[in-house]
C-alpha cells in the first residue's frame, strides 16, 4: 500500500503555510527514484519540515492513480496550501518545482 | 474471403468489418486505427468495446481527446448505454487528459497510465483495450527518443497483458510525418487507415486495412457508414464467389409472360424492366410482388422515385392493389430520395431491411435514379453491393431501369451491371398508323429458354396484358427472316445448278454441231477430189 513518511509539523511558526504533498512514482523506475531524493532534500532545505508528504506507488495502489487522476509519473499534487496544483516530472528542473511550490529560490527570499 | 480461421480472432468488433479483416480483430494482439478526424475512429474503438461487453468480453477505453461525458452521449445516440456497461464493471472508461493545473520538471512516463489499465484490467477481467487520440498523449514527450520509448513501454505492456488492442491515431499533419508514425506501423499487428472524402459533393468514408500480420484479409478500400446502429463497412471484393445458383422458375404475375419465359423469372436470379417512362415497368414488378406475397413470400420494395403512397395509388389505377400485402407485412417499401444520402449509406439501409426482413424479393424503383446518390461510380457501388448481397442469399432482385432512347443492352441495364443480369425484359412504344402501341420482349433469359418475338401489351385496369406474337417488326424476326434467306439460297442453287446443266446442254450441242461440220468438210473434200478426176476422164 500506500507509503507514507510523514514528518513532524515543526517550526509552524510565522505563519509558514504548511504543505500537503502526495508524490505518485512507479516502482523503482529512474525517474520515480529521483523524484523521491529531490523532493525529500528540497523539504528539508526550504520547508523545514513544514510539510507532509504521502508517496503512492501506483504500481501497486492503481486506485489511486485513478481517484487522483495521475496517469503521468512521477508525480507531485499539492494538495494544500492552495490553489492545487501537479507537477509533474523528475522534479529535476528544481528551480521550476520551488516557484510551483511558491517557495522562492535560495538565497532571493523577500 | 471469408474462411475458416485458426488463429482465435476475437469475433464482431464491429457490425460488418469482420469481413474485410477476415474475421475480426486479432485476440492478444494490437491494431492501428489511422484516422483524420471526423472519420470515426473514435467510434470505431467505442463500438468494439461495446460489442465485447455485450458478449461478455470486459473492455477499458483510454481516451485523450473528447471528454467522457461527450464520449457516452455520443453512443447514447446510437442505443448503447454505457454507463450501465460500466456500472456493471463490463466497461471502463478512463479520462486521461491533460490537467489545465500541470507543469512540469524533469522527464516521465506513462506509467501511471498503464499501472492504473493493468491493475483495472486485471481487476475486471478485461480483453478489451481501446486507447483513443494516443498522439495527443505523446505530444507531450519533448523528443523523439522519449516517445519511442514511451511507445516501447507500451507495447511491451500490451504483448504481455494479453488484450485486443486498438490505439486510434491521428496521422501527422500534411504529410509531416510523426517521430512516432513509423514505429506505430511495425507495432500494429493489424493496421487500419479510414478517413472521409468528397465525392460529387457527398461525403464518403473508406476504411482500409493495411496490414494484417498473419491473416487474409481484403486490401481493398471499403466505404463505411456511420448508422443508428454502428459502424457499418460494405466490402465489394468479398462477394461474388458465394452466389446461390438460380433456382426454380416462379410466376411473373402474367401468365402470357410466363409462357414467353418457358415458366417465369428464376428464383434468386436478377431480372431487368428497361423501358422509358409510362411503359409500365412499376406495374409489371407490382404483378409480380403480388404474385409473390400471394404465395406467403415477402417482397421489399426499394423506390427511389415515389412515395409508398403513390406508388401503391398508381399501381392501384392500373388494378393492382398492394394495400391487402402491405397489411399482411408481407410487403416492405424503403422509399428514400437517392440524393438523401451517400450511396453506402443507402446500401446499408437496404441491407439493414434485407437482414431484418428477409425478403424472397427485392425491387429497385429505379435503378436509373441511383447516379443521384454521388454519380457514376456511386451508382455502381451501391448496385453491385446490392445485387451480390441478394445473389448470395438467393434473393430474385427486379431492376428496374428508366431508360430516355431505346438503346443496346448496355445502355439498357445502364451502370456496367449487365454481366450480373439474368434476365431482361424490354419494354417500348412504338408510333405507326396513328396510334402508340407497346412492345414487350425478352433480350436475354440466361439459363432458361424463351421467345424472343415482340409482344404487343396493354396496360388495362386489370394489369398488363399481352397479345399473341406480333409478326411485322422486322427486327426480331430473326428465325422467319432467316428461313426466308435460306429459301432464298436454295433457291439460287437449284437456277445456278439448273444453268449449268443448260451450259452443258449447250457444249453438247455445239459439240455435236462441231462434228457434224467436221464430217461436211470431209465430204465435200471428197466430193471435190473426185469431180476433177472425173473432169479429166472426161476431157481425155
Known amino acids: 500500500m500506500s507509503d507514507k513518511s510523514t514528518q513532524s509539523p515543526a517550526g509552524r511558526a510565522s505563519g509558514a503555510p504548511f504543505y500537503r504533498l502526495r508524490l505518485f512514482v512507479a516502482g523503482d523506475e529512474p525517474n520515480s527514484v529521483q523524484a523521491r531524493h529531490v523532493l525529500t532534500r528540497l523539504c528539508e532545505a526550504h520547508l523545514g519540515g513544514r510539510c507532509a508528504i504521502e508517496i503512492v506507488d501506483v504500481c501497486e495502489d492503481f486506485h489511486a492513480a485513478i481517484e487522483h487522476g495521475i496517469y503521468l509519473v512521477p508525480a507531485l499534487k499539492v494538495e494544500s496550501p492552495p490553489p492545487a496544483r501537479t507537477i509533474v516530472g523528475s522534479l529535476s528542473d528544481e528551480a521550476k518545482v520551488l516557484h510551483a511550490l511558491g517557495i522562492a529560490g535560495k538565497g532571493v527570499e523577500p | 474471403m471469408h474462411h475458416e480461421k485458426q488463429s482465435p480472432n476475437t469475433t464482431n468488433p464491429f457490425a460488418s468489418g469482420d469481413e474485410v479483416l477476415g474475421g475480426g480483430l486479432p485476440r492478444a494482439r494490437t491494431a492501428i486505427v489511422n484516422g483524420g478526424p471526423g472519420s470515426g475512429k473514435t467510434m470505431l474503438g467505442l463500438e468494439f468495446l461495446y460489442r465485447g461487453a455485450l458478449a461478455g468480453e470486459p473492455g477499458i477505453f483510454i481516451g485523450f481527446e473528447e471528454p467522457l461525458d461527450q464520449l457516452r452521449e455520443n453512443a447514447a445516440t446510437l442505443g448503447w448505454d454505457l454507463a450501465a456497461l460500466e456500472r456493471e464493471n463490463r466497461l471502463f472508461l478512463l479520462g486521461g487528459h491533460i490537467q489545465p493545473d500541470m ?21 475486471m477481467r478485461a480483453k478489451r483495450f481501446v486507447m483513443d487520440a494516443l498522439e495527443v498523449a505523446l505530444r507531450l514527450f519533448d523528443t523523439p527518443i522519449q516517445v519511442r520509448n514511451e511507445l516501447h513501454t507500451l507495447n511491451n505492456w500490451l504483448r504481455g497483458a494479453g488484450l485486443a488492442a486498438l490505439l486510434t491515431v491521428r496521422p501527422g499533419v500534411r504529410g509531416g510525418a510523426l517521430a512516432f508514425e513509423d514505429f506505430f506501423l511495425s507495432m500494429g499487428d493489424c493496421v487500419i487507415d479510414m478517413d472521409v472524402r468528397m465525392v460529387a459533393q457527398v461525403s464518403t468514408r473508406r476504411l482500409r486495412v493495411v496490414k494484417y500480420r498473419g491473416s487474409g484479409f481484403e486490401s481493398n478500400e471499403y466505404p463505411y457508414v456511420i448508422t443508428g446502429s454502428g459502424l457499418h463497412v460494405a466490402p465489394i471484393s468479398t462477394v461474388g464467389l ?12 402474367q401468365p402470357k409472360l410466363d409462357a414467353i419465359l418457358e415458366g417465369g423469372y428464376r428464383r434468386a436470379s436478377c431480372v431487368l424492366f428497361a423501358g422509358q417512362p409510362g411503359t409500365g415497368k412499376t406495374i409489371l414488378a407490382s404483378t409480380f410482388v403480388r404474385a409473390a406475397c400471394g404465395r406467403g413470400e415477402n417482397v421489399l420494395y426499394i423506390s427511389f422515385e415515389e412515395s409508398q403512397e403513390a406508388l401503391t395509388g398508381n399501381v392501384r389505377n392500373a388494378g393492382i392493389d398492394l394495400q391487402p400485402e402491405i397489411a399482411s407485412g408481407r410487403l416492405r417499401f424503403l422509399c428514400q430520395f437517392p440524393e438523401a444520402m451517400g450511396a453506402e449509406e443507402h446500401y446499408i439501409r437496404a441491407l439493414a431491411d434485407i437482414e431484418d426482413f428477409s425478403p424472397a424479393h427485392v425491387i429497385v424503383d429505379a435503378i436509373s435514379a441511383c447516379e443521384r446518390m454521388g454519380g457514376k461510380q456511386a451508382s455502381f457501388d451501391y448496385l453491385m453491393r446490392l445485387l451480390n448481397r441478394c445473389k448470395e442469399k ?18 439498357i441495364s445502364g451502370n456496367e451491371i449487365s454481366s450480373l443480369v439474368d434476365t431482361v425484359v424490354r419494354l417500348d412504344y412504338k408510333e405507326g398508323f396513328g396510334e402508340t402501341t407497346r412492345l414487350l420482349s425478352v433480350l436475354k433469359s440466361r439459363g432458361s429458354a424463351h421467345s424472343n418475338q415482340k409482344r404487343e401489351y396493354w396496360i388495362t385496369d386489370q394489369g398488363i396484358d399481352i397479345a399473341d406474337p406480333y409478326l411485322g417488326e422486322g427486327e426480331v424476326l430473326t428465325g422467319t427472316a432467316r428461313q426466308v434467306q435460306e429459301e432464298k439460297d436454295r433457291m439460287e442453287a437449284e437456277r445456278l445448278e439448273f444453268e449449268i446443266r443448260l451450259k452443258e446442254l449447250e457444249i453438247e450441242r455445239l459439240q455435236t454441231m462441231q462434228r457434224r461440220m467436221a464430217n461436211g468438210i470431209e465430204k465435200r473434200t471428197a466430193l471435190r477430189a473426185d469431180k476433177p478426176l472425173d473432169d479429166t476422164q472426161q476431157k481425155g
Not at chain 2, 507543469?103 to 481487476?123: I, M, P, W
Not at chain 2, 430474385?396 to 443492352?409: E, H, K, R, Y
Open chain 2, 394 to 411: 438467393g434473393i430474385t432482385i427486379l431492376l428496374l431501369n428508366q431508360t430516355s432512347v431505346p438503346t443496346d443492352i448496355t445502355g
Open chain 2, 103 to 123: 507543469l512540469t520538471s524533469g522527464e516521465f512516463s506513462l506509467k501511471g497510465l498503464l499501472a492504473a489499465a493493468s491493475g483495472k484490467a486485471t481487476e
Open chain 2, 242 to 253: 458465394r452466389h446461390k445458383p438460380l433456382g426454380e422458375k416462379i410466376t411473373t404475375g
